[in-house]
């Protein structure tokens, strides 16, 4: 009935996405000490969520641990914001950085949307990568399987036409051991992801794509003062040309 349909819209399924030597178990652990419960708890593949009758789904690879709040921000969020299709939680290194295998592509062309979506305690997005993603069976089913890299792909189009969004509260941490991504490999599918981007969205992810691929991040001044001399130094004839 009725009751029975809200129960399942509010609890959606949660799929565990198996990797080759890494283990689902501290993901399994962190889902059962959820604030609030996922549906069920599923590890396995993409292929798996293509069978299940939950209208969301909970995507989580195998070497991310969600904090105990997660999901119910995630949820809140999406109550919030009932036109998002996609919603990404910030997922961290065990150092407190941004996992940049999970760093989703923000739709900063738009300004006025991001201000607009900020004022929500969320990000718009233009294309997301795994980690820990809500979105709708449905979507998944509708496009070619996205494949382990595929889902940046298969995100940038769907979120041409739909809203993604990022939502900071919810937060992840990746084991250590699930960071060692292929970066030729992860390269060659955001090139792919390229063309999937609308037009106008294409050279700034270009451009962050190029950015990435340098490992030119944008550090923080507070890291270069605390270097003393050496980073007043690092400022002289050697840096021109690099």
Sequence with gaps: G???????????????LTEPAMSAAPAVRALSAQSTAPGAVVVGSIDDVQRLEHDWVWLLDAGVVPDPGALAALLAARKQLPAAVLLASRVLTTQGELDPASLPVIAVHDPARVLAALERRVVPLIAARRGSLLIRASDLTRHETPASGALLRWSARLLRSQLGVLVPASVAVRSSGAQCHGAA????EEVGALAAVDRRDRLWLAAHLAER???RHPKPIANATQD???ARRGAGAGDIGQ
């Design 228 to 230: 003393g001399g050496n």
């Design 213 to 215: 691929a340098l490992g």
């Design 185 to 188: 490999r992860r390269l060659a």
């Design 2 to 16: 009725m009751a029975e349909r809200h129960s399942t819209e509010l609890a959606p399924r949660a799929v565990i």
